[in-house]
């Protein structure tokens, strides 16, 4: 089971936790997961967010896989160039 540590901003998405325990193996399970299980989560997933694994920040690559020991950050998506 993953620990995935959630960004200040977004905590009020899933009911003010710091943390979560989430079984998933891709970013697109995560996503999945949180929305059912917080379904305040789905309009700031849609407004954006970044998920980063093990210092890798992903935001649009939500196929890639999650290793079991993984330390996870889910994050606002930053605008920027």
């Not at 998405?13 to 998933?24: F, L």
């Not at 407004?47 to 196929?63: H, L, M, T, Y």
Request: proline share 5%.
């Amino acid at each position: 089971m993953l620990e995935v540590q959630v960004s200040g901003t977004l905590r009020d998405a899933v009911g003010g936790a710091a943390s979560i325990q989430v079984e998933a193996a891709t970013i697109r399970e995560l996503m999945n997961i949180l929305v059912d299980r917080y379904p305040a989560m789905q309009y700031r997933i849609d407004e954006g967010v970044a998920v980063s694994i093990n210092g890798n920040i992903f935001r649009d690559k939500w196929s890639e896989p999650i290793p079991a020991d993984a330390e996870v950050f889910l994050m606002p998506r930053l605008a920027g160039g």
